[in-house]
């Protein structure tokens, strides 16, 4: 099994910043992908952003310029860095992490989610 947890949702003004953190626990041989998804109520949940094991990079046009994801492999911990934060970026932020278990089976799962609420 693999555990994901995430941390670091909140209440923020508009303009402010939060740094989200998920972390990756279990039998695991290799983490490949880590992403964070949003869903905000009544919509479907959008890919954030994107890290890939060589470090690439990919984010949705909405955030570019105000987000940066990063992870350290040691940790097994991915963090999603949000400045500038809008009302539009309300909603549940979901981590997915890809890879293989020490069983040799890939695997792909996901944390509970952490809401970020930006209000005035």
């Known amino acids: 099994q693999v555990q994901v947890v995430e941390s670091g949702g909140g209440l923020v003004q508009p303009g402010g910043s939060l740094r989200l953190s998920c972390t990756a626990s279990?039998?695991?041989?290799?983490?490949?992908?880590m992403s964070w998804y949003r869903q905000a109520p009544g919509k479907e949940r959008d890919l954030v952003a994107l890290i890939t094991s060589g470090d690439s990079t990919n984010y949705a046009d909405s955030v570019k310029g105000r987000f940066s994801i990063s992870r350290n492999n040691v940790k097994n911990t991915v963090y999603l860095q949000m400045n500038d934060l809008r009302p539009e970026d309300t909603a549940v932020y979901y981590c997915?992490?890809?890879?293989?278990?020490?069983?040799?089976?890939?695997?792909?799962?996901w944390g509970q989610g952490t809401q970020v609420t930006v209000s005035s």
């Open positions: 997915n992490v890809k890879g293989t278990r020490r069983s040799g089976f890939i695997f792909a799962s």
């Open positions: 279990g039998s695991i041989l290799r983490i490949n992908a």
